[in-house]
């Protein structure tokens, strides 16, 4: 089981980016798939971006163009690189893992370990 902190998140202007990180420690990062998921009050939490243990990455119709995921096994850290924010954008992000080579961002049930959160405030 992997522990998971968030950090990263914060107030920006519509426009304006943000880079989240998040540090693991507990397990082989390596064999990891890492995934960001975010969540509004009254929402279901949605898949935004994952990436596999081969560092294919998946986006979501949303973040695809403007969000950027990866990661850097030697730190066991895990990024999203945030471009062009909309405040649609706003929600709390979490990251999220599972120990498997594959991994979706259909349901949040695929993932068995997750973060704090993070917020982004995304203001027009």
């Known amino acids: 089981q992997e522990q998971l902190v968030e950090s990263g998140g914060g107030s920006v202007r519509s426009g304006g980016s943000l880079r989240l990180s998040c540090a693991a420690t507990?397990?082989?990062?390596?064999?990891?798939?890492m995934a960001w998921f975010r969540q509004v009050p009254g929402k279901e939490r949605e898949g935004v971006a994952r990436?596999?243990?081969?560092?294919?990455?998946l986006y979501s119709m949303s973040a695809k163009g403007r969000f950027t995921i990866s990661r850097d096994n030697a730190k066991n850290t895990v990024y999203l690189q945030m471009n062009n924010l909309k405040p649609e954008d706003s929600a709390k992000y979490y990251c999220?893992?599972?120990?498997?080579?594959?991994?979706?961002?259909?349901?949040?049930?695929?993932?068995?370990?997750w973060g704090q959160g993070t917020q982004v405030t995304v203001s027009a």
């Open positions: 990436i596999q243990t081969d560092d294919s990455a």
């Open positions: 999220a893992a599972v120990r498997s080579s594959f991994c979706g961002l259909g349901s949040q049930y695929g993932y068995s370990d």
């Open positions: 507990g397990g082989i990062f390596s064999r990891y798939c």
